[in-house]
């Protein structure tokens, strides 16, 4: 019998068979995918030099000019050195067509404001008190006793309607884009009105009312308002504490001397209301002697890191430049020149869609040149040089800095980046480092009944 080989396979080696090498790469890969896709979900983030690539092709639209030649007919009647403020804005004038800028402007016209405009904000009794005020000048002078630095002339509702239409129109013209930013001189000026009444000088809130405007109408979602006076512009506070759409940034002195920001809503931990809460910024200037280097660390330190985190659809600034060498009883140490670099930072911002709204104002040399160097920077002319050594902030400005982060901390990432410590922790913690100590100090002030109107030189 002859054996023959089985075909038959043992059972032990019965299911063996060698995987594809294809297969199992590919299972591999996909369970890498797998984990990969668990642990690290896909980021995408803006790809900054393709946006600076793809800017190469903007062309800078113009910047507007906008003005009217009934400003000066602003002045008090029974009050002769009130004239002078009238010719500030003449020597303005003067200065910036001898620096040949503005022929360089789109020149906008000016409008009257409807009724319906200033109602945006102003009460209808305000609005009809100014019109009736305005027609007679012994009413006029009755009605200006009432109210603190207030001059009413028969040209004073005209020429606030005028004010607020031409602001209005500044904006609208900067935001569809028939400009690429602009300039609107304003007399009588408004950053100090109310929605019922006068204050100091101002009758209609010519840049609140501009804002509301650009919410109400053009759909804007963040606007960002800056006020660079020597006074505390509470009135425009007011208007915007409990909205967060509108970024309202204030630099301002708060001192004894200083009518306008000796309240508790001036100062530093007053920032905002509801959904407004973290949208208002009091930087207060404690001292005397305010330098280039203190304002410039301002914007470097605070202002600027918390506009590029808003990122604001449009930036209005309410200018008086009464900051300046010169001005407010000769005690600050602010140069004209300083003034282009601010507007240069702006303008990297809103896709530069600035307006600057020139409000009040005295007659001194800083003041125009400021004005005419603020024009210049908004036509992309290069920053001066600032020929003043640039020093430290001086330690109240330091101190003013240092308040504004903390009260803000918790609404923007951006001033996150230092710790803040409750006095539990600094008793029972080591800390080896340089701390600032939060202080406020609360400040009552009695207001008149009734006001003087002669013999006083009121303040723009």
């Not at 009460?123 to 006029?140: G, Q």
């Not at 630095?149 to 031409?166: Q, R, Y």
């Not at 800390?431 to 406020?440: G, S, T």
Request: hydrophobic share 35%.
């Amino acid at each position: 019998m002859v054996k023959t080989t089985s075909s038959l396979v043992p059972v032990s080696e019965i299911g063996i068979r060698k995987p594809n090498a294809a297969l199992l790469e590919a299972k591999r890969k996909a369970k890498l995918l797998k984990m990969q896709q668990q642990t690290q979900p896909e980021n995408v983030i803006e790809d900054i030099f393709q946006n600076a690539l793809n800017a190469k092709h903007f062309i800078q639209r113009p910047t507007g000019l906008m003005y009217y030649e009934s400003m000066p007919e602003h002045s008090c009647l029974w009050n002769e050195k009130h004239t002078e403020y009238s010719k500030y804005f003449i020597k303005v004038m003067d200065r910036c067509h001898e620096l040949n800028l503005i022929g360089r402007c789109k020149l906008l016209s000016s409008r009257r404001a409807t009724k319906e405009e200033v109602m945006l904000l102003h009460s209808e009794e305000h609005y009809e008190f100014v019109r009736r005020t305005s027609l007679d000048s012994d009413e006029a002078n009755n009605g200006s006793s009432k109210f603190d630095s207030i001059c009413i002339c028969p040209f004073a509702f005209d020429l606030s309607l005028l004010a607020v239409g031409s602001t209005i129109d500044l904006i609208e013209n900067v935001l569809n884009g028939s400009i690429q930013n602009g300039m609107v001189f304003v007399r009588p000026p408004g950053n100090h009105a109310t929605g019922t009444e006068f204050n100091n000088h101002r009758v209609f809130n010519n840049v609140a009312l501009a804002t509301q405007y650009a919410l109400d109408v053009s759909k804007l979602n963040r606007i960002m308002i800056i006020d660079c006076g020597i006074h505390h512009n509470a009135s425009t506070q007011r208007f915007f504490y409990h909205d967060p759409r509108v970024l309202y940034f204030s630099i301002h002195r708060c001192r004894c001397a200083c009518s306008q920001s000796n309240v508790n809503e001036s100062d530093f931990d007053v920032i905002g209301y509801g959904p407004g809460l973290g949208y208002t910024f009091s930087l207060l200037l404690n001292n005397t002697r305010t330098s280039n280097g203190d304002y410039l660390a301002i914007f470097q330190q605070i202002l600027i890191p918390v506009a590029m985190e808003f990122q604001p659809e449009l930036i209005i600034i309410s200018a008086e430049y009464n900051i300046a060498l010169g001005c407010f009883d000769e005690d600050m140490e602010i140069t004209p020149a300083v003034y282009p670099h601010l507007i240069s930072s702006l303008l990297k911002l809103a896709n530069s869609r600035l307006a600057v709204v020139l409000e009040g104002g005295e007659c001194t040399a800083s003041r125009i040149e400021g004005v005419a160097l603020t024009l210049s920077a908004l036509l992309g002319e290069p920053c001066p040089i600032l020929l003043e050594k640039l020093d430290p902030p001086s330690l109240t400005l330091q101190e003013s800095i240092l308040n504004c982060i903390c009260s803000h901390r918790p609404y923007w990432r951006c001033l996150q980046l230092q710790d803040t410590y409750t006095i539990d922790e600094l008793n029972t913690t080591n800390l080896q480092m340089d701390l600032h100590k939060i202080k406020r100090i609360c400040i009552k002030k009695t207001m008149l009944e009734q006001f003087s109107t002669q013999g006083i030189v009121p303040r723009e």
